[in-house]
């Protein structure tokens, strides 16, 4: 798995990083950004669930909009989460089935109903990071 923070040393990444964590300076996404949602399997209903409303992300792509900050944040989380499970769990196959299966140790709920906030995401990350160590409760 790779590192998921950059090293002080690497400037494109820690400017990537300052752009997610200064919105004033942040680049949005653009609306076709779910596209890459999609591309893991997400249905049109969990995307308006976990990034926008149907109207609102509607009205973003037939105007050419960007998302917004929050909306742009909650696509990173996502993706975030389904890029470290897909290496923890060797491939996407595997991952989709751990993400959309009750889990115990999260209490029985589908980690995917947890992304729709970025604690919950936090949850996911850190039983993600217990698998890839070992760890299990």
């Known amino acids: 798995m790779t590192n998921a923070f950059p090293k002080a040393t690497d400037s494109d990444a820690v400017g990537d990083l300052l752009r997610r964590a200064a919105p004033q300076r942040q680049a949005r996404l653009e609306s076709k950004s779910i596209d890459a949602l999609k591309a893991f399997g997400f249905s049109m209903d969990e995307i308006y ?5 149907r109207r609102t ?55 995917v109903g947890l992304l729709e ?11 993600l990071l217990r698998i890839e160590h070992g760890i299990f409760f």
């Open 49 to 53: 669930r976990l990034v926008a409303p």
């Open 117 to 127: 906030s970025e604690s919950g995401a936090r949850l996911v990350e850190d039983e």
């Open 57 to 111: 992300l509607a009205r973003r792509a037939a105007n050419n909009e960007m998302l917004t900050v929050v909306e742009s944040d909650s696509v990173l989380r996502v993706l975030r989460i389904c890029e470290l499970a897909r290496d923890v769990f060797d491939g996407w196959d595997r991952a989709e089935g751990w993400l959309r299966d009750p889990c115990p140790a999260l209490n029985g709920v589908a980690p």
